[in-house]
């Protein structure tokens, strides 16, 4: 096989925001078969009316009813409920495949790493953050109303499954990409070594980084001393960029493991 061919043969993993979505769209299915089972296994009497909308109706017993219609959702259920734990599994699978911390290169050591915590966290992004909950917490408590009320099984199963083609969608955003750098960003560890800053999530695996030799600068814009806001000014291509770094802990100790990784004056390669 010639090296293109191998190339092509190439599969790359799932993005998980998009696995996620896929997932996620097979619930509201799955609540409406479940609403369409319990109304059937739950018919009172022994006949059942059956025929075209406003009638004429033919009744019929219940119990070859129930079959002819079980017959075609409950599989459907099955099938659908079977996506979803094959997609909750390659989640699963996908986020163990990330790397499982940082990664040192032979020689190099960690001179600083801290946590920022919420502090770290511009206020744009807080208040983009709290509008985007805002939709998720009305599903949660849209959901926590239907199942603690006194409306019997069907009514709380087809009452979820229009909560959730409602507002289920707006879930969406706390699983993509910027929502697990918001929680990286807030639960994650910053780490200074002897040739870069990075950042690694609550789990360990690394998200970010900035090389030393592209740092032409760090400053302490404000803060006390437990935490302050350290700003770098960042040279990568030609391009010169400032970097806020906020909410850093000990910060003192912090911006000298910085200054310590950044080149001599005119050492950096444009």
Request: proline letters at 8%; one cysteine or more; aromatic letters at 8%.
């Amino acid at each position: 096989m010639s090296q293109a061919g191998e190339k092509e043969s190439v599969q790359l993993p799932p993005r998980p925001d998009r696995l996620a979505l896929a997932t996620a769209v097979h619930i509201p299915i799955f609540l409406f078969l479940a609403t369409v089972i319990a109304a059937v296994l739950l018919i009172p009497g022994e006949t059942v009316q059956v025929g075209h909308r406003g009638g004429p109706y033919t009744v019929v017993p219940k119990l070859p009813a129930q079959i002819g219609v079980l017959s075609v959702t409950v599989p459907l259920a099955g099938v659908v409920i079977a996506r979803v734990f094959r997609g909750t599994y390659l989640l699963w699978a996908t986020g163990h495949a990330e790397s499982p911390g940082l990664v040192l290169a032979p020689g190099e050591i960690i001179t600083w790493q801290g946590k920022q915590g919420l502090r770290g966290i511009d206020r744009i992004r807080v208040g983009m953050a709290v509008l985007t909950c805002i939709g998720p917490a009305l599903y949660v408590w849209w959901l926590v109303h239907i199942w603690t009320g006194a409306d019997p099984l069907v009514l709380k199963l087809f009452w979820s499954f229009l909560a959730t083609v409602a507002l289920g969608a707006t879930v969406s955003p706390l699983m993509s990409k910027p929502g697990r750098t918001f929680v990286n960003d807030v639960f994650g560890n910053m780490v200074v070594t002897d040739r870069r800053i990075a950042w690694c999530g609550p789990r360990g695996n690394q998200y970010r980084e900035i090389l030393g030799v592209e740092i032409k600068d760090a400053a302490l814009v404000e803060g006390d001393g437990r935490r302050a806001w350290i700003i770098l000014t960042h040279v990568r291509r030609a391009k010169v960029s400032e970097v806020d770094l906020f909410g850093v802990p000990d910060p003192a100790e912090a911006l000298e493991a910085i200054r310590r990784i950044v080149p001599p004056t005119g050492a950096i390669d444009p």
